[in-house]
């Protein structure tokens, strides 16, 4: 049994947009900027932002954060028919959340050959093995995606460079 894509080209990158904007939350913060948004009915009912630093709580993803709101928007654990929008490839944990709250749709920007979990490293989503399993589409505005992530690991490291720099003129 294959499930298919209920929404438009447009309706797709509009959603990531939002979660893009969830994103760039994260990094204004110093946080890994990863975003995202769940949707049911055609409207937005949750959204969420890595918050892990902050917080110093290993759960604290985007992703996370997202199902809690729409569970509560919702008044209901389960998001049936629900579509989630995330700027990067979900993890395991995230994954078994999608799973356990039954999100019928999910759509993800970059790809995470080290962690992703739908499809890349390993494909949790998908699997007719479990007892709720989701379409998944990757690749949505993932050059914009991909540049958030890029652009924010760059400027870690050149910060760790330049205090590097900077301690070792303050030896001198």
């Given at each position: 049994?294959?499930?298919?894509?209920?929404?438009?080209?447009?309706?797709?990158?509009?959603?990531?947009?939002?979660?893009?904007?969830?994103?760039?939350?994260?990094?204004?913060?110093?946080?890994?900027?990863?975003?995202?948004?769940?949707?049911?009915?055609?409207?937005?009912?949750?959204?969420?932002?890595?918050?892990?630093?902050?917080?110093?709580?290993?759960?604290?993803?985007?992703?996370?954060?997202?199902?809690?709101?729409?569970?509560?928007?919702?008044?209901?654990?389960?998001?049936?028919?629900s579509?989630?929008?995330v700027?990067?490839?979900p993890?395991?944990?995230?994954?078994?959340?999608?799973?356990?709250?039954?999100?019928?749709?999910?759509?993800?920007?970059?790809?995470?050959?080290?962690g992703g979990?739908?499809?890349?490293?390993?494909?949790?989503?998908?699997?007719?093995?479990?007892?709720?399993?989701?379409?998944?589409?990757?690749?949505?505005?993932?050059?914009?995606?991909?540049?958030?992530?890029?652009?924010?690991?760059?400027?870690?490291?050149?910060?760790?460079?330049?205090?590097?720099?900077?301690?070792s003129?303050?030896?001198?």
């Open positions: 049994m294959e499930k298919i894509s209920t929404l438009t080209q447009g309706e797709k990158e509009y959603y990531m947009q939002e979660a893009i904007k969830e994103a760039q939350k994260a990094g204004a913060q110093k946080e890994v900027p990863i975003g995202a948004v769940l949707v049911l009915d055609g409207k937005i009912i949750g959204r969420g932002h890595n918050l892990r630093e902050h917080t110093q709580d290993a759960t604290a993803h985007a992703e996370m954060f997202a199902i809690r709101e729409a569970c509560r928007q919702a008044g209901s654990w389960r998001l049936e028919k579509q989630l929008f700027t990067l490839e993890c395991a944990m995230c994954s078994g959340a999608m799973q356990l709250s039954r999100v019928e749709e999910v759509y993800f920007g970059a790809y995470d050959p080290k979990t739908a499809g890349t490293f390993m494909n949790l989503l998908e699997d007719q093995r479990f007892n709720h399993w989701s379409y998944v589409e990757g690749g949505i505005l993932e050059e914009t995606c991909g540049s958030l992530l890029t652009d924010f690991f760059k400027s870690l490291r050149e910060a760790k460079k330049n205090a590097r720099r900077q301690k003129l303050e030896k001198d």
